[in-house]
């Protein structure tokens, strides 16, 4: 499996920017799609984006889409979570996650590698 380290979370402002990286270890990490989770007190994890391994193919939660951008840099083997326009309903752990191979999926069953999350508040 690939070893995940999350970074980058913290207080932000509603309207805010704040960008998260995941820093992958101990595989080859274009054999791998990655993606974003999150889960708030009291609720299930949620999707929040996908990229595929070479990065040309990219999906968004609803609850995110025009607003956040993933992106991976395979020579850093790093993925990353821009996110714009914050909103309280933002706040969560961020998550980190990886699936080997190209098929899609963003079920969390899918992923078999997972960080240990980073903390995202926003405040109104």
């Known amino acids: 499996q690939v070893q995940l380290v999350e970074s980058g979370g913290g207080l932000v402002q509603a309207g805010g920017s704040l960008r998260l990286s995941c820093a992958a270890s101990?595989?080859?990490?274009?054999?791998?799609?990655m993606a974003w989770f999150r889960q708030a007190p009291g609720k299930g994890r949620e999707f929040v984006a996908r990229i595929s391994t070479s990065g040309g193919s990219k999906y968004y939660g609803d609850s995110v889409k025009g607003r956040f951008t993933i992106s991976r840099d395979n020579a850093k083997n790093t993925v990353y979570l821009q996110m714009a326009s914050l909103k309280p309903e933002d706040t969560a752990v961020y998550y980190c996650a990886a699936a080997y191979g190209s098929s899609f999926s963003v079920r969390p069953s899918s992923f078999g590698s997972w960080g240990q999350g980073t903390q995202v508040t926003v405040s109104s």
């Open positions: 101990g595989r080859t990490f274009s054999d791998y799609a």
